[in-house]
C-alpha cells in the first residue's frame, strides 16, 4: 500500500472538550472525596474490629462453646478455645478441614460474635441491623485469624498493621508469605499464589486492605472453601480468575436462553429485567475490551461490529429481518454495511479488516 493510502487511514488525534469547573462539579468532587475517606477509614476499622474479636479468642472471652449445640456443649465441658476451634474447622471422622462457607460464617457471627459481646440474639438483628452486618462482613477474617495466628506479621507494638503517612493510603494487613507457600511452592498448581499473587511478587508477604478483590477478607472466605472450589475459583497459569468468571457467565446464558415471553401478571416486567442484564453484558464487554488497549480485543470489537452488520443486512436472523423490514418505512433505503473508498461493502465476501489493513 502506497504512503498517501496509509496516511489517509490514519485516525486523526481526538480533540478533547475543554472542561469548565463549576459550583456543582467542585462540590460532587468534595463529596466523593469525603466517601472515599470514610471509607478507607472504613476499610482499617474493620481489621482493628477483627483484632480486638481475635484478641477475645486469645483471652477465652469469645464464647466458641455456644457455636455448637447444648448437647455437644456438654462433651466439651474441658476443652479450651483452641481445641474447639479445632472441633468447628476440623472434621475428624474425614480426617480433613471442613468447607466454611455463608451458612456457617452466618451461625459464627449469630451464636459466638453477638452472644460474646453480650447481646441478645433473638432480638439484636432487628435493633441493630447495621451493626449486625458489620459483624456479619467480619465474622470470615476472624476466624482466619484465629485458625492462621502463627502466620500474622506483627510489627512494633504486637501491630499487624501498616501504618500510613497520609489519609489517601488505606490500613493493610500483613501476612507472611509462608502461609501462601504452605500449599505448595510451585504458582501454577498453588490456587492461593494464583488467586491472591503476580508471579513477581512471589516470596514477599502479603499486604492488603480488609475489602477487595484480593483483600483479607476475600482471603478469608477462599481459605475456608474446598480445594475443588478454590482450584475452579483460581483458575490455572493461563485461566485467570476473570476468565473463569466470564466462563461462568457464558455457561449459565447457554443453559438459560429461554427469556420469559409471558404478557400478563410480572411476566413483562421479569422480560423488562432479563433483556436489561444481557444490554448490560453487552455493553460492559465491549468497554472491557476497548479498555484492554490490546490489537485483539480491538480485532474482536471490529469482528463484532461486522457480525451485526451481517444479522441486519441479510436474513442471518431471518425473524429479526422481518422486525426491521417492519419497522423501516418503504421509502427509506437504508445501508448498514461500511463502505470502503465510497462503495458498499458486501458483508459475505472476506476478512474485511485484512482488505483494509495497511500490513
Not at 149 to 176: A, H, L, M, W
Not at 233 to 259: F, M, R, W
Amino acid at each position: 500500500m502506497s504512503n498517501d493510502k496509509k496516511a489517509q487511514l490514519k485516525v486523526e488525534d481526538k480533540i478533547l472538550p475543554k472542561i469548565v469547573e463549576t459550583d456543582l462539579s467542585k462540590n460532587a468532587w468534595k463529596e466523593i472525596q469525603e466517601v472515599a475517606l470514610s471509607e478507607r477509614v472504613v476499610n482499617g476499622k474493620m481489621l482493628n474490629i477483627g483484632y480486638t474479636l481475635f484478641k477475645m479468642f486469645k483471652n477465652g472471652t469469645l464464647h466458641l462453646k455456644e457455636y455448637f449445640d447444648q448437647k455437644d456443649q456438654l462433651a466439651m465441658s474441658n476443652m479450651d478455645n483452641a481445641q474447639i476451634l479445632e472441633e468447628i474447622i476440623y472434621d475428624e471422622e474425614k480426617e480433613k478441614n471442613r468447607t466454611l462457607g455463608n451458612a456457617h460464617f452466618t451461625k459464627f457471627a449469630n451464636r459466638v460474635i453477638v452472644l460474646s459481646l453480650g447481646k441478645n440474639l433473638k432480638t439484636f438483628n432487628g435493633d441493630y441491623p447495621d451493626e449486625y452486618r458489620v459483624i456479619r462482613d467480619v465474622t470470615p477474617f476472624v476466624l482466619w485469624w484465629c485458625v492462621n495466628d502463627q502466620y500474622v506479621v506483627y510489627g512494633k507494638k504486637n501491630n499487624p498493621f501498616t501504618t500510613p503517612n497520609d489519609e489517601k493510603t488505606p490500613i493493610r494487613f500483613k501476612i507472611s508469605y509462608e502461609y501462601f507457600e504452605s500449599f505448595g511452592d510451585k504458582y501454577d498448581s498453588n490456587e492461593f499464589l494464583q488467586m491472591f499473587y503476580l508471579k513477581g511478587k512471589m516470596g514477599t508477604d502479603f499486604v492488603e486492605t480488609f475489602r477487595g478483590v484480593k483483600g483479607v477478607l476475600a482471603l478469608s472466605e477462599f481459605s475456608f472453601k474446598s480445594k475443588t472450589d478454590r482450584d475452579s475459583d483460581a483458575g490455572t497459569a493461563e485461566e485467570s480468575p476473570l476468565y473463569k468468571t466470564y466462563k461462568k457467565v457464558v455457561e449459565t446464558l447457554k443453559t438459560n436462553q429461554n427469556i420469559e415471553k409471558g404478557t400478563s401478571g410480572i411476566a413483562p416486567k421479569r422480560r423488562a429485567n432479563e433483556i436489561g442484564g444481557l444490554d448490560d453484558i453487552l455493553t460492559q464487554s465491549i468497554n472491557n475490551l476497548l479498555n484492554s488497549k490490546t490489537p485483539e480485543a480491538y480485532t474482536i470489537v471490529f469482528n463484532h461490529y461486522l457480525f451485526m452488520v451481517e444479522i441486519i443486512e441479510t436474513n442471518y436472523a431471518k425473524e429479526f429481518k422481518t422486525w426491521l423490514n417492519q419497522q423501516t418505512k418503504t421509502s427509506n433505503k437504508v445501508e448498514y454495511s461500511p463502505r470502503v473508498n465510497g462503495n458498499k461493502w458486501d458483508i459475505t465476501s472476506g476478512d474485511l479488516l485484512k482488505r483494509i489493513s495497511v500490513a
